[in-house]
């Protein structure tokens, strides 16, 4: 091998690291801006956590439900029964005086 072939050589193994540096600089690139992405997810989800814990300690629950059902239920009863009692009431009321 005489000094061309060995020059030839280092030119294609300096142009090779120099691609090889340019690729890990890219990479380098590439993971500090995943960090960062990786940062506002952890802040997104620590909010979102936040959020459902709140929505789960003021969303009604079944026995909610069922309590505010028996409820209405009975209120509608209730005026029904009372909406035919008062005017009977009143017609004994005017019969009386």
Known sequence: MDMSDE????DGMEA???HLEANVAAMMLDVSMMKTDVAVLR???GVMKLDVGVLKSTSATKGDVSEAKAAIVMW???AIFLSQLVP???RLSRSLL
């Open 7 to 10: 020059s030839r050589s280092q």
């Open 16 to 18: 090779r690291v120099a």
């Open 43 to 45: 802040t997104d989800v």
């Open 76 to 78: 509608v009863t209730t």
């Open 88 to 90: 009977e009431l009143i």
